[in-house]
């Protein structure tokens, strides 16, 4: 039986593309391989571009302080407990829409994640790709492209800034 992979970028999938996840699935007659990535450097520069202005300095030089204080590697294991106890809640709603579900936590850059897992798991038939709220319009362009170029699976990008659009992205051939 082929696989849908759901990739997500962040802690935990939004509602409705993991609902778009098992809907496939269930079509398809596929299991779900949920990868949940954590990327602390990323969360990190898109908390600090956020972070702009009088408002909000006071706010960044304490977060500043705890990056600095607890490193990346603190602020990803916290990251990584909480993707850890959203993954648990999602297979109980796989086995009710009666998708055979499993998950995977990786701490990586998205793309490198997402085609090592690929690359190691030949039931991959589809990848979907939550990009999560933390990436720019533009930097999830230039991700989808770089995945898109190395994957073996056609992509679906899944973008939450455009309310949920999904993009279909043809993998190369």
């Known amino acids: 039986m082929g696989k849908v992979l759901l990739a997500v970028n962040g802690a935990a999938p939004s509602a409705k593309v993991f609902r778009y996840a098992l809907d496939l ?9 949920v990868l949940q990535i954590i990327d602390a450097a990323e969360y990190a520069r898109s908390f600090e571009k956020r972070s702009h202005g009088a408002g909000k300095a006071f706010e ?4 500043a302080a705890a990056f600095a204080e607890s490193g990346e590697h603190e602020y990803a294991k916290t990251l990584m407990k909480k993707a850890e106890k959203n993954a648990q809640e999602l297979i109980p709603q796989s086995r009710k829409a009666g998708v055979d579900c ?8 998205v793309d490198k994640e997402i085609l090592h897992f690929v690359d190691h798991h030949p039931e991959i038939v589809l990848t979907v790709l939550d990009s999560g709220d933390e990436i720019e319009a533009s930097s999830r362009n230039n991700l989808a492209a770089r995945i898109k170029k190395r994957l073996g699976v056609p992509l679906v990008l899944f973008d939450r800034s455009r309310g949920g659009k999904n993009s279909h992205l043809a993998a190369r051939d």
């Open 25 to 33: 699935c269930g079509k398809i007659r596929a299991g779900l391989s």
């Open 60 to 63: 960044t030089a304490f977060m």
């Open 102 to 109: 499993t998950v995977s936590l990786g701490t990586g850059k």
